[in-house]
């Protein structure tokens, strides 16, 4: 503190301030982490001058972080969901997918994981389907597709597609005790065509979990919580880089504001009508590049 000239003290912040924070780092500190945390630790302090932040807002941040943390299991991810909501997901997906799209004859286009992909997904012969709990309110479609070298356009044989998508009434089997363990999950390989097919449903658009912290952060913001109907995707091979995607049907009503900001022009789909085939009404063909 220093004196004013009327005598009273007054507190003159100490300009070096966030220098320091930063260079209290020790000298252990691997270099990216210096890098990744000099940077947060500079804009987290210049959010907080620029918006003079009340020490009740601060709390109100770290109250969020504790209660998403409560919230959070091997069958929710709060955390991911908090960051999904403010774009975070979506921006870091952008950034890897950047790179990658840069190059000549780009590969099919990344999206966000999300956060109800499960690695143990039931390895399943291609022409299956992955609708384990009918639905009565749902539409069958069979997709199918050729999954192509970027660079040679030659068939991938042995790459492996693993799909996962909501039911009817907007949620994972994970979030459902009414369907099976595994419902609309499933992972095919390609024949020696590189070829794979599988009878799916017809996404259709849900909200995001909204009874914990995301939740609050969309109602405050005034935001709805729907995402447009998508099927997600990774796809991979030994000798590729894995893709991790999502494809949207072209008729949803949220394409042009997901709640998560994961849409790309590139990956949006028409589900065409099928005839002849008593499995399917619709027929989504969907070539893969890696
Ligand atoms: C999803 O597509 O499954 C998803 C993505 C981000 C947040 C919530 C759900
Ligand atoms: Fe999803």
Not at 82 to 91: F, N, P
Request: hydrophobic share 35%.
């Amino acid at each position: 503190a220093t004196a004013n000239t009327n005598g009273t003290a007054s507190h003159k912040f100490d300009p070096n301030f966030t220098h320091n924070v930063i260079e209290a780092m020790g000298p252990k500190t691997s270099p990216r982490m210096r890098e990744v945390m000099s940077c947060l630790i500079k804009h987290v302090h210049d959010f907080a001058r620029e918006v003079e932040l009340t020490v009740d807002e601060w709390m109100l941040g770290v109250e969020l972080l504790n209660e998403a943390g409560k919230m959070s299991d091997h069958k929710r991810n709060e955390g991911q969901l908090v960051c999904d909501v403010i774009g975070l997901e979506s921006l870091v997906d952008e950034i890897t997918f950047k790179k990658a799209a840069d190059a000549v004859d780009a590969p099919t286009a990344s999206a966000i994981l999300g956060p109800f992909f499960r690695h143990d997904a039931p390895v399943l012969e291609n022409e299956s389907s992955i609708i384990q709990t009918p639905v009565e309110d749902g539409e069958i479609v069979y997709m199918h597709g050729t999954v192509t070298d970027h660079k040679t356009k030659k068939p991938i044989v042995g790459a492996t597609v693993d799909a996962w998508q909501a039911s009817t009434n907007g949620l994972y089997e994970q979030q459902d005790d009414e369907q099976a363990e595994h419902n609309l999950r499933g992972k095919f390989k390609t024949d020696e065509n590189g070829h794979y097919g599988f009878y799916c449903l017809k996404p259709t658009p849900y909200p995001v979990p909204f009874d914990g912290p995301a939740g609050k952060i969309l109602q405050l913001l005034d935001r709805h919580p729907f995402r447009p109907a998508h099927i997600h995707l990774i796809v991979q091979h030994e000798n590729y880089k894995p893709l991790t995607t999502q494809i949207f049907n072209s008729q949803d009503e949220y394409l042009q504001n997901d709640s998560v900001f994961a849409v790309k022009d590139s990956l949006i789909v028409d589900f065409v009508p099928l005839n002849g085939n008593p499995k399917a009404s619709l027929e989504l063909n969907y070539p893969v590049i890696l």
